[in-house]
């Protein structure tokens, strides 16, 4: 098992990175929520991760946050629910705020996530209602409005903004129709591809 990578920043191209560890370069799944947290390239940075291995390949998932990995697995753990859903829905809202919808058993929160439907949702609040309970009283959730893109923390140039945006909507479970739709409704000029998918993600809940 693979639980921590430290090492150079060398690649941002949402929702994956790429961290240099002595020469090897290690590609690694993120929510966006963390993804958001990250540094600029170049920088050292140290991720707690989960180490996936399937018949078709070997997928390693990165978080800042220990608390968010531990979340995650109890995601995985979840009937119906692999690591791509998982990656899903803790980029489109915060791990507080998934712990809180949880705990008030607001479906219509859950529902509004790309791959789940009402029946998921309900299954997901009865199947981790009592097992987040754990995680209510952490200090290292990050709320909504923290999780967000650093300043300086450009990964394209601004003419590609919305094409990566698209990229990693699509990449994270919505649909290409739904996700254009989502980029065009929150696009500015001179927004970065990061601050275009915080604020599509933001709006879609």
Do not use: C, W
Not at 140 to 164: R, Y
């Amino acid at each position: 098992m693979i639980g921590r990578i430290q090492g150079i920043l060398q690649e941002k191209q949402p929702p994956e990175v790429l961290i240099d560890v002595g020469g090897v370069g290690y590609e690694i799944h993120m929510p966006m929520t963390s993804f958001y947290q990250l540094p600029a390239v170049g920088e050292p940075v140290m991720l707690y991760t989960h180490f996936v291995v399937r018949e078709d390949a070997q997928l390693l998932f990165g978080f800042v946050e220990k608390m968010e990995r531990e979340l995650f697995r109890e995601l995985i753990k979840a009937n119906g629910v692999g690591p791509k859903l998982g990656l899903t829905i803790l980029s489109g809202m915060s791990a507080g705020q998934f712990l809180i919808n949880v705990q008030n058993e607001d479906v219509s929160a859950l529902v509004s996530l790309p791959g789940i439907g009402k029946k998921t949702a309900e299954r997901l609040v009865v199947e981790l209602k009592d097992r987040l309970a754990k995680f209510g009283k952490s200090q290292h959730v990050v709320p909504s409005d923290q999780a967000q893109p650093k300043p300086g923390n450009t990964i394209f140039a601004v003419n590609d903004a919305k094409e990566e945006a698209l990229s990693a909507l699509v990449a994270l479970g919505y649909k290409a129709v739904q996700a254009s739709k989502m980029v065009s409704g929150v696009y500015e000029d001179g927004m970065q591809s990061e601050t275009v998918i915080r604020e599509a993600l933001k709006a879609a809940l």
